[in-house]
C-alpha cells in the first residue's frame, strides 16, 4: 500500500465473519462521533459489510464534521450523515432511535491545560447519550489507559485488573466508562465497553513513530519499551462485531493484538528494512501499558492481519513519502499527560 486510496480500500474490506454477524444484527446502526480518527473507516468497513450481507439496514453517522468534504465523502458511500454537536441537548435529543449504537466520541490530544473539557467530553457527556439511547445496544470505546502499568512478563492487564489510571485523560476515560455502567445497571442497557490499545493505520500510530524514528536517525526512548497494537481494520471489525458481544450490566472487553511487542525489537525491524541502524536512548523500564486481549480473541479469533504484516505495510509507506496525519500517539508517555 502506497495511497490513501489503497489503504481506505484494505481498511474497508470485511472479513466473512463480519458478513455474517452483521446478518445478526438487528435495526439500523448509529455511529457517534464518526469524524474521528477511527469513524470513517469503521463506517465504510460497515456500510461494505451490509451491502455484501444483502440485507436493508441503515447506517447512520453523526459528527460535527469539521473536516472538509468528509460528509459529503462518507454520503456518496452510501452512509447517512447528520451534522451535530452533541453538547447540545436539543440536537442529541433530536437525533433518531437506533437499534444500535457504536459510541466513539472523546477526547485525549489537549488534555493537559484543558482538563475540564476533556472530562465533561468523556464523563458527562456519556450520561447524557445513555439516557438518550438507553432502549439500544450500545458499543462504548474507552482505552487500555484504564488500566495500570503492568510487569512486561505479566502479558498485560486482563479485564479483571482493577483499573488505576494515571493522569487525567485515563482518569477520564474511567469516567466515561463509570457514567455508562451506570446506565446499563438503571436501565438493563445491554452493553459492551470497548478498551483498546494502539490501533495501526499508515497514516499514524505506533508503528509509524518508530518507523520514521529510524528513517531519519533520531533516537528512540526505550523507557517505555513495550506496547500493543493493532490493525485498524480488525479493530473496526471486532467494535461491529461486538454489537452481538453486548450484555447488561457491562461486558468489558480488551482490543488489541496478541504480541506484548518489544519497541526495541520492532525498531530492530525497521532498520533491517531501510538499511539502516536504529538509535536509542534510555533503557527499558520493568512496566508498560499493556492489553492482555485473550477474552477478544476467544469470541471473535486472532486478527487478520499479523505484526510483521503490519511492520511491512509501515515500512513501504514511510519509504513511498505517504501521508501522515501528525497525531503523535504519545505512547512513550508514563505521567499520563495528553
Not at 495511497?3 to 446478518?23: F, R, V
Amino acid at each position: 500500500m502506497r495511497t490513501i486510496e489503497e489503504l481506505e480500500a484494505k481498511l474497508a474490506e470485511p472479513s466473512a465473519a463480519l458478513i455474517h454477524d452483521i446478518k445478526k444484527v438487528n435495526g439500523d446502526i448509529l455511529l457517534l462521533g464518526v469524524g474521528g480518527k477511527m469513524g470513517p473507516s469503521l463506517a465504510r468497513l460497515l456500510m461494505n459489510a451490509v451491502k455484501k450481507a444483502g440485507v436493508s439496514k441503515k447506517v447512520i453517522g453523526v459528527s460535527r464534521f469539521s473536516e472538509a468534504g468528509l460528509q459529503q465523502q462518507l454520503e456518496a458511500e452510501g452512509v447517512e450523515t447528520i451534522a451535530c454537536d452533541l453538547f447540545d441537548d436539543e440536537k442529541l435529543q433530536a437525533l433518531p432511535d437506533a437499534e444500535n449504537v457504536i459510541y466513539m466520541a472523546g477526547n485525549k490530544f489537549g488534555t493537559t491545560g484543558n482538563e475540564s473539557f476533556t472530562w465533561a467530553m468523556n464523563a458527562y457527556l456519556p450520561g447524557r447519550v445513555a439516557v438518550k439511547y438507553r432502549n439500544s445496544r450500545i458499543v462504548v470505546f474507552s482505552s487500555g489507559n484504564v488500566y495500570p502499568f503492568t510487569p512486561v512478563g505479566y502479558g498485560g492487564a486482563s479485564e479483571a485488573a482493577a483499573p488505576a489510571p494515571i493522569g487525567e485523560y485515563g482518569q477520564s476515560c474511567l469516567g466515561r466508562e463509570r457514567v455508562f455502567e451506570h446506565f446499563s445497571k438503571t436501565y438493563q442497557i445491554p452493553m459492551v465497553v470497548y478498551r483498546l490499545n494502539y490501533a495501526i493505520d499508515m497514516r499514524y500510530g505506533v508503528l509509524l513513530e518508530i518507523a520514521k524514528a529510524v528513517k531519519s536517525g533520531k533516537p528512540i526512548d526505550l523507557t517505555m519499551g513495550h506496547a500493543n497494537v493493532i490493525w485498524q481494520g480488525d479493530a473496526n471489525e471486532i467494535a461491529i462485531r461486538s454489537l452481538l458481544a453486548c450484555e447488561a450490566p457491562v461486558n468489558f472487553l480488551n482490543v488489541t493484538g496478541p504480541e506484548t511487542m518489544s519497541i526495541r525489537w520492532a525498531a530492530q525491524e525497521f532498520g533491517k528494512r531501510f538499511g539502516t541502524e536504529p538509535q536509542f536512548e534510555g533503557a527499558e523500564a520493568e512496566n508498560a501499558l499493556l492489553n492482555n486481549a485473550s477474552k477478544c480473541h476467544q469470541r471473535f479469533g486472532y486478527p487478520r492481519v499479523t505484526l510483521l504484516q503490519m511492520i511491512d505495510w509501515t515500512a513501504e509507506w514511510v519509504e513511498a513519502g505517504g501521508a501522515t496525519l501528525n497525531k503523535p500517539t504519545h505512547f512513550q508517555e508514563r505521567k499520563g499527560k495528553f
